[in-house]
């Protein structure tokens, strides 16, 4: 049977004990969908995927500002990031929150009609770009930006995730291209979607992970994003001190732009391990089989490429982060924001 499972396989969901059976339980009761592949992906290694959660979990599900307006950031991010199994999700996502022609026009790639709309959007797509223009002032309330940047900074974890480990079809057959099937799906998670799930539930799966950094401080976000950074960087671990060091330095200089398709930074396979942490965090839609065979040695388990996977989306995500203007951020007129459904 074909599986979506690029370069893994997880463990059976039903086999699941311990943190992994309390995440799918969480995902069925606060997502809709009790065995997402987005997650199960990470099944691997529990102590990734808990933390992986815990942030999207308390950013979009359960963060301040509407479901409409995070799902907008969200689709944003995941256009940036080329991600189309992450558009799509998100295109159904919002057929879920009742706002079935703002789904379709984003389907159809249009600039949402709505200001306040397309603005949101323009900020998750420019949250990919150190200094975009778009970035400010917020599209939202001052209040929202644990949410907001937590949702953006999760999506930009997971699109990577996802394009390096899963395959590019969300439903069987691409069916997701289809208006109706998208329209059916987000309607079957409507209700879920459409309930607000009370903040902190996830932080019980998590271990002691600290208040997390200013910008979410005091809020559920900061220590699932403070857990996950920690987590992440066990993956360091599979690499030497070049490598690591060569990593860190491309990061750094990394302006948001996708690579060229000479990329002359990109070391070859005779470095398998920081070609594949750097192809994660800037294209991984463009890994192969001989990248990833290049790497995995008999000793390299599914957890340890779960692992080096996490590591180079989370340098990424800690590059974006570390850009974002915070300190100019000043909301917009509440006549500007997006409203609050």
């Known amino acids: ?39 199960v992906v990470l099944s691997s290694a529990p102590e990734l995927l808990a933390p992986a ?26 256009a940036a990031n080329r991600c ?19 789904a379709e026009a984003l389907a159809r790639g249009e600039t949402p009609a709505d200001e306040r709309h397309a603005r949101v959007l323009a900020w998750g797509e420019a949250t990919r770009t150190p200094g975009a223009p778009e970035l400010t002032p917020l599209p939202f309330p001052r209040a929202h930006v644990p949410a907001y940047v937590g949702t953006a900074l999760s999506f930009h974890f997971i699109n990577r995730i996802v394009s390096a480990l899963l395959t590019e079809n969300l439903l069987p057959g691409n069916a997701q291209r289809f208006r ?33 950094p200013d910008w979410a401080r005091g809020s559920t976000v900061g220590p699932a994003y403070a857990a996950l950074r920690t987590a992440t960087a066990a993956g360091a671990g599979l690499l030497d001190e070049a490598d690591r060091t060569l990593v860190r330095e491309t990061l750094q200089a990394w302006n948001g ?10 070391p070859d396979r005779s470095r398998p391990g920081a070609r594949l942490a750097l192809l994660v965090a800037l294209a991984p839609y463009r890994i192969t089989d ?4 290049a790497w995995r040695k ?13 590591y180079g989306a989370f340098a990424a995500v800690d590059r974006i982060e570390s850009a974002l203007p915070f ?9 500007r924001t997006v409203r609050e459904q």
């Open 1 to 39: 049977m074909p599986t979506p499972f690029r370069y893994t396989t997880p463990p059976p969901p039903k086999s699941a004990t311990g943190r992994t059976a309390e995440v799918y339980a969480q995902l069925a009761e606060d997502f809709g969908i009790e065995r997402a592949t987005t997650f």
């Open 53 to 78: 959660w815990a942030l999207m979990r308390e950013s979009l599900i359960a963060g301040e500002g509407s479901r409409t307006g995070k799902e907008l950031a969200a689709f944003g991010v995941s």
């Open 84 to 102: 189309p199994f992450c558009v799509d999700a998100h295109t159904m996502l919002l057929h879920a929150t009742g706002d079935h022609a703002l």
């Open 180 to 212: 109706a099937v998208r329209s059916l799906v987000g309607r079957s998670v409507a209700k879920t979607v459409r309930r607000r799930a009370a903040p902190g539930t996830s932080l019980a799966l998590l271990d002691d992970p600290g208040p997390g």
């Open 257 to 266: 732009a996708h690579p060229p398709l000479a990329w002359d930074e990109l």
């Open 290 to 293: 001989e990248d990833i065979t």
């Open 298 to 310: 008999p000793e390299h388990s599914d957890h340890c490429l779960v692992h080096l996977v996490a």
């Open 327 to 335: 300190a100019n951020y000043e909301a917009t007129p509440p006549s």
